[in-house]
Nanobody
Framework: QGQLDESGGGLVQPGGSLTLSCVAS????????VAWYRQAPGQPRERVAV??????????HYSDSVAGRFSISRDNAKNTVSLQMNSLKPEDTGVYYC??????????WGQGTQVTVSS
């Protein structure tokens, strides 16, 4: 059974930076597409960045709301995916979740880490 553990959330001022990390266990990490989602209070969960598996050549996509400010990367040797977040805005506030998906039966989520952007 796969498990994902996020870390790196916290409180940051507008314009600041944070790096989130997610470590996977119990899965063959390199064959999974991996993504970061976020959910603000009262809002649906939104995918902000995804990085493909080896078969997809690590293709990366960002939501329009974070493109140019966030950067996703993965290290298959360490079973980790990271999200570098720069120029943070108050609207980036939310709980950030790591997701690893192979198919509908192999779809794993972390417990989430809170990011708060406020002065």
């Amino acid at each position: 059974q796969g498990q994902l553990d996020e870390s790196g959330g916290g409180l940051v001022q507008p314009g600041g930076s944070l790096t989130l990390s997610c470590v996977a266990s119990g899965i063959i990490f390199k064959i999974y597409n991996v993504a970061w989602y976020r959910q603000a209070p009262g809002q649906p969960r939104e995918r902000v960045a995804v990085i493909g598996n080896d078969a997809n050549e690590g293709t990366i996509h960002y939501s329009d709301s974070v493109a140019g400010r966030f950067s996703i990367s993965r290290d298959n040797a360490k079973n980790t995916v990271s999200l570098q977040m720069n120029s943070l805005k108050p609207e980036d506030t939310g709980v950030y979740y790591c997701n690893a998906r192979l198919n509908t039966q192999r779809d794993y989520w972390g417990q989430g880490t809170q990011v708060t952007v406020s002065s």
